[in-house]
């Protein structure tokens, strides 16, 4: 297989783990998120616990092999990632630290306060991470101030502050919003009674809130953020080298790919088609079509901002030269084609595993359920 093929191969690969990542631990997050209002008592609160507790863990195998992926595939943005972003990431790490301890210890003490100390710790766990991941998105568009040294050692000259200016605050808002519907979905399909109801109040809400900022994104992108464009150099099949292209920024650049491949509209249709039919099945209290619905939301969202963003994976505000894309940013060709090769072993695996235990553990989980094993549940 030739070295641009290859490439794309994996530009692909990457959003495919990233979209996995946003279904599968997305809708634990989601929960997480609304684990403090929609769960009104602690029995409550514990039927939403264990809806999600058993499968978290598994989940997390799609953000752990989305980082490797970048890691392995694209090391420059790996490398350049870690440093701009770095404050940032230790903020996810350390919302990510309440969720282990939370789900394992929380029931373990009767004590209201502590129960209510963890399902907070839950809260932060599941709803700051969909925020810095969007905040993440949303700085791409902008462009991230680093550059590359001719020895392409990196160097960042921003902040942390520097990354929450409004666009990608709003990225933010969009990324929690798909998650805590995606969340509040699997809640209708995995409970009864009084959760059901307040998850789909939830719902509505959040498809609401998810169609409005997703659209006001967009314009926002349209109208007043300029893109990135390869003016000179920069070819699919050429070595990795981030230096070795000019690129220029132009009014509306963003947009250009869905004018050169019409066939990519279809992810922003997917996007606000999954969230009206998400909408829909809400209030027709049909959960899990919802879910289905959102989850094909997280893949037109995703979708959007990848293909509007191609070939550019980090633009480079300071010095565009520097930006790293799909064709300049990659490991060899050699790498490329054995780590495909695990893919393609593997990866099936995990999704007859992961289909094979949802599908043990599937039904509703009420509150007499809880009641009657308090002592062998989360």
Same mark, same amino acid.
């Given at each position: 297989?030739?070295?641009?093929?290859?490439?794309?191969?994996?530009?692909?690969?990457? /959003?495919?783990?990233?979209?996995?990542?946003?279904?599968?631990?997305?809708? &634990?997050?989601?929960?997480?998120?609304?684990?403090?209002?929609?769960?009104?008592?602690?029995?409550?609160?514990?039927?939403?616990?264990?809806?999600?507790?058993?499968?978290?863990?598994?989940?997390?195998?799609?953000?752990?092999?989305?980082?490797?992926?970048? %890691?392995?595939?694209?090391?420059?943005?790996?490398?350049?990632?870690?440093?701009?972003?770095?404050?940032?990431?230790?903020?996810?790490?350390?919302?990510?630290?309440?969720?282990?301890?939370?789900?394992?210890?929380?029931?373990?003490?009767?004590?209201?306060?502590?129960?209510?100390?963890?399902?907070?710790?839950?809260?932060?766990?599941?709803?700051?991470?969909?925020?810095?991941?969007?905040?993440?998105?949303?700085?791409?568009?902008?462009?991230?101030?680093?550059?590359?040294? &001719?020895?392409?050692?990196?160097?960042?000259?921003?902040?942390?502050?520097?990354?929450?200016?409004?666009?990608?605050?709003?990225?933010?808002?969009?990324?929690?919003?798909?998650?805590?519907?995606?969340?509040?979905?699997?809640?209708?399909?995995?409970?009864?009674?009084?959760?059901?109801?307040?998850?789909?109040?939830?719902?509505?809400?959040?498809?609401?809130?998810?169609?409005?900022?997703?659209?006001?994104? /967009?314009?926002?992108?349209? @109208?007043?953020?300029?893109?990135?464009?390869?003016?000179?150099?920069?070819?699919?099949?050429?070595?990795?080298?981030?230096?070795?292209?000019?690129?220029?920024?132009?009014?509306?650049?963003?947009?250009?790919?869905?004018?050169?491949?019409?066939?990519?509209?279809?992810?922003?249709?997917?996007? %606000?088609?999954?969230?009206?039919? /998400?909408?829909?099945?809400?209030?027709?209290?049909?959960?899990?079509?919802?879910?289905?619905?959102?989850?094909?939301?997280?893949?037109?969202?995703?979708?959007?901002?990848?293909?509007?963003?191609?070939?550019?994976?980090?633009?480079?505000?300071?010095?565009?030269?520097?930006?790293?894309?799909?064709?300049?940013?990659?490991?060899?060709?050699?790498?490329?084609?054995?780590?495909?090769?695990?893919?393609?072993?593997?990866?099936? @695996?995990?999704?007859?595993?992961?289909?094979?235990?949802?599908?043990?553990?599937?039904?509703?989980?009420?509150?007499?359920?809880?009641?009657?094993?308090?002592?062998?549940?989360?």
């Amino acid at each position: 297989m030739d070295y641009a093929t290859l490439k794309f191969i994996w530009w692909l690969l990457v /959003g495919a783990l990233l979209v996995g990542f946003a279904i599968m631990d997305g809708h &634990d997050m989601g929960v997480g998120t609304l684990l403090p209002f929609v769960g009104k008592s602690d029995a409550e609160r514990r039927v939403m616990i264990n809806s999600i507790a058993p499968h978290w863990e598994g989940n997390q195998v799609w953000f752990v092999t989305a980082g490797g992926a970048i %890691f392995a595939a694209w090391p420059f943005v790996y490398a350049t990632a870690f440093s701009g972003f770095y404050f940032a990431m230790l903020a996810v790490l350390w919302a990510l630290f309440f969720r282990p301890v939370g789900f394992d210890y929380r029931s373990k003490v009767a004590d209201p306060r502590w129960r209510n100390f963890w399902d907070w710790g839950l809260f932060v766990g599941g709803s700051v991470p969909p925020i810095i991941f969007g905040v993440a998105f949303g700085n791409l568009f902008l462009g991230v101030p680093f550059h590359f040294d &001719d020895s392409l050692r990196v160097t960042y000259t921003g902040g942390f502050f520097d990354l929450l200016t409004p666009f990608p605050l709003l990225c933010g808002v969009v990324s929690l919003a798909m998650l805590v519907s995606h969340g509040a979905h699997y809640l209708m399909l995995r409970t009864d009674g009084a959760i059901a109801r307040r998850s789909r109040q939830a719902a509505i809400a959040f498809n609401l809130l998810l169609a409005a900022t997703f659209a006001l994104a /967009g314009l926002w992108l349209a @109208l007043a953020i300029p893109g990135y464009v390869i003016s000179n150099g920069g070819l699919p099949g050429a070595p990795s080298d981030p230096l070795a292209k000019q690129v220029v920024q132009q009014a509306g650049a963003w947009l250009a790919n869905y004018q050169r491949y019409p066939a990519t509209l279809c992810l922003p249709a997917l996007a %606000f088609a999954g969230i009206a039919a /998400g909408l829909i099945a809400t209030l027709k209290n049909k959960g899990g079509i919802a879910f289905i619905a959102s989850s094909l939301a997280c893949v037109g969202v995703i979708g959007t901002a990848g293909a509007s963003l191609f070939p550019f994976i980090m633009p480079s505000s300071s010095h565009p030269q520097s930006s790293l894309t799909a064709w300049d940013a990659t490991s060899s060709q050699f790498t490329l084609s054995v780590m495909l090769g695990v893919v393609v072993l593997f990866l099936p @695996l995990v999704v007859v595993y992961t289909s094979w235990a949802y599908r043990v553990m599937r039904g509703k989980l009420t509150v007499s359920f809880i009641e009657q094993n308090s002592k062998s549940v989360y």
